[in-house]
T-cell receptor
Framework: DQQVKQNSPSLSVQEGRISILNCDYTNSMFDYFLWYKKYPAEGPTFLISISSIKDKNEDGRFTVFLNKSAKHLSLHIVPSQPGDSAVYFCAASWQTGANNLFFGTGTRLTVIP | SAVISQKPSRDICQRGTSLTIQCQVDSQVTMMFWYRQQPGQSLTLIATANQGSEATYESGFVIDKFPISRPNLTFSTLTVSNMSPEDSSIYLC?????????FGPGTRLTVT
């Protein structure tokens, strides 16, 4: 049973435009959410996180939005750059912090120059 | 952040054999984890590697199949025992802080 879902396996965006990656979860006990980026032959790299007490967290070009009532979060990348092309995973935890993460299946983002 | 290395980076093994994967961290950490990513799937937590005690396994994973050692705060091993083609996956170790987990580069295992 997949508790964290990324329903779009792939996304293509023009350079300079906004990339929006979506993630849904089913377990209402989750209270901490993270986004990771993964290049081929490398491990996932932490990008940004958000606690359930917030609905937005911003770090440079990356912003994560959390809608608890809808059990939905999204990652916005503005402006998108070709180097952002990678697979993006969202992850959730029911412990405050990052232990025992449940991952989505990933979305492959391609930024077209 | 932490710098994490894994050995081997990849291997091709015959069914019925075992492979031990090593994970080395450049600093002492309390929390270490082992994940599996099967082809086309998400990352799934296998177990939490506890220093000085037995690992804590997630549902669906057992110690006989995936024995784990954690002799100190910078090193852990995961053994994939009696391998079958279904064990072909990327195996990743990670270390946890209060707010993030940092991942190693992974070990790509192919079982023939």
């Amino acid at each position: 049973d997949q508790q964290v879902k990324q329903n779009s396996p792939s996304l293509s965006v023009q350079e300079g435009r906004i990339s929006i990656l979506n993630c849904d979860y089913t377990n209402s006990m989750f209270d901490y959410f993270l986004w990771y980026k993964k290049y081929p032959a490398e491990g996932p790299t932490f990008l940004i996180s958000i606690s359930s007490i917030k609905d937005k967290n911003e770090d440079g070009r990356f912003t994560v939005f959390l809608n608890k009532s809808a059990k939905h979060l999204s990652l916005h990348i503005v402006p998108s750059q070709p180097g952002d092309s990678a697979v993006y995973f969202c992850a959730a935890s029911w412990q405050t912090g990052a232990n025992n993460l449940f991952f989505g299946t990933g979305t492959r983002l391609t930024v077209i120059p | 952040s932490a710098v994490i290395s894994q050995k081997p980076s990849r291997d091709i093994c015959q069914r019925g054999t075992s492979l031990t994967i090593q994970c080395q961290v450049d600093s002492q950490v309390t929390m270490m984890f082992w994940y599996r990513q099967q082809p086309g799937q998400s990352l799934t937590l296998i177990a939490t590697a506890n220093q000085g005690s037995e690992a804590t396994y997630e549902s669906g994973f057992v110690i006989d199949k995936f024995p784990i050692s954690r002799p100190n705060l910078t090193f852990s091993t995961l053994t994939v025992s009696n391998m079958s083609p279904e064990d072909s996956s990327i195996y990743l170790c990670s270390v946890g802080t209060n707010y993030e987990q940092y991942f190693g580069p992974g070990t790509r295992l192919t079982v023939t």
